[in-house]
Every structure is written in C-alpha cells, then in structure tokens.
C-alpha cells in the first residue's frame, strides 16, 4: 500500500542553523506531496505542497522539491527560529477522485534552542 | 473566510459508551475527512463524505460512523468506545475536484477512554 516514511526524531537544532527532514514515500501512482506542521495543542496546518515530480513547494522560508526518481519530498529551511519549534508531517495523496485521503508519516518533533 | 472547527475541545468517556464528535468545514468546502491521531503517532484516515454519502474509508471498525448534512458539516460517531480509541480526532475539509486535493484541518478533539 501507499506510505510514507520520515527521519526519525526528535531533531535538536540551534537557532540559524539549516535543517533538513527527509521524506521518502512509496505510492503505486503519481501522488501530490505535502508537509504540514503541528503545533503544541494545536490541529495541522498545510505548510507546502507540490503536485508534480520537480515542482518545489514553498513557505515561510521552508522548501522542498518533489523527486520522483528517489521518491523523495525532503523539508528544508536555511535558518531555523525558535518559533518552528512543532512537529513536521510528511503526507502524500493519490490524484484519484473520490477517496482523497491523507496518507501520513509518522512525524518528526523539531526543537530549536535559542 | 471561516475555517475548519471541532466541537467538543475535550471529551472523557469511559469504555463502552458512544460518542459524537463535530466539525464545521471551511467556507465553500464540500468535503469531510476524518482522522484519528493516537500520541506520538501521525493521523490514520477514518473515512471522507462528499455529498452526504461516506466516499472511502480507512481500516476502521463499522463502530466507527458519520454523517454529513446538507451544509456540509460532519459528525463522527464512535460507538461501544474502547480504551485504544483515545486519541485526537481531527477533521478537515477540502474542495473535491480541486486540484492540488489541500485539506485544512481543525483544531482537533481529544478524547480520552478509561
């Protein structure tokens, strides 16, 4: 079946340092990617997205590019503040109309110290 | 532009009761999708209603039902609770047919069975 596998965490990072999350997923078609964030106490909240193989979604200076040859969807930022302190998921959906789920990795706890 | 509620916030039963849970969609929405979040855990897909009519379902028992009604608002409904099912619920809502498939989500509710 359709999953997604995350780095494993919790990841410690000091504040300006550059973070990678690596996501790789395995789908039997063409899946839109998607990163969403939680935090403390709080519902998800769709972070970037892209829909096609070599698109990069973009947000708040987090980055990631769609790569159907690793099938990877890596999260990036080059300067990380105290305020991305949240947990990051990793999801994906078929493009098949009529049962859009979200299928999630298991999520990756991030930390930043000041 | 409205987004996505949850009502109850919180919400303690003991085991073998039957609970109702509640979710308002985003404005101009007309798709539910719900999720069972266990601690620490990324969000396993419960089903998704469109039109009124269930339009796929995750691997969860037929204890586990809902409702959408004509404004498109959602009801889940978890009857003869067991202990496992302590979670956070979370609803979200999406534009069926749209491309890119974004689903927002809610603040969640948390249920705990003892």
């Known amino acids: 079946g359709d999953s997604v596998t995350q780095m494993e965490g919790p990841v410690t990072l000091s504040e300006e340092a550059f973070l990678t999350i690596n996501c790789t997923y395995t789908?039997?078609?063409?899946?839109?990617l998607f990163w969403y964030v939680q935090y403390p106490g709080e519902g998800l909240q769709l972070l970037l997205k892209?829909?096609?193989?070599?698109d990069k979604g973009s947000n708040k200076g987090f980055e990631a590019t769609y790569r159907k040859e690793t099938t990877s969807f890596h999260l990036e930022k080059g300067s990380v503040q105290v305020s991305d302190s949240a947990v990051y998921f990793c999801a994906l959906i078929l493009s098949n109309f009529g049962n859009e789920k979200l299928t999630f990795g298991t999520g990756t706890r991030l930390t930043i110290i000041p | 532009e409205t987004g996505v509620t949850q009502s109850p916030t919180h919400l303690i039963k003991t085991r073998g009761q039957q609970v109702t849970l509640r979710c308002s969609s985003q404005s101009g929405h007309n798709t539910v999708s719900w999720y069972q979040q266990a601690l620490g855990q990324g969000p396993q897909f419960i089903f998704q209603?469109?039109?009124?009519?269930?339009?796929g379902r995750g691997n969860f028992p037929p204890r586990f039902s809902g409702l959408q009604f004509p404004n498109y608002s959602s009801e889940l409904n978890v009857n003869a609770l067991e202990l496992d099912d302590s979670a956070l619920y979370l609803c979200?809502?999406?534009?069926?047919?749209?491309?890119?498939?974004?689903?927002?989500f809610g603040p969640g509710t948390r249920l705990t069975v003892t």
């Open positions: 979200a809502s999406s534009l069926a047919g749209r491309g890119g498939y974004e689903q927002y």
């Open positions: 209603y469109y039109r009124e009519e269930e339009n």
């Open positions: 789908a039997t078609g063409y899946p839109s």
């Open positions: 892209a829909t096609k193989a070599d």
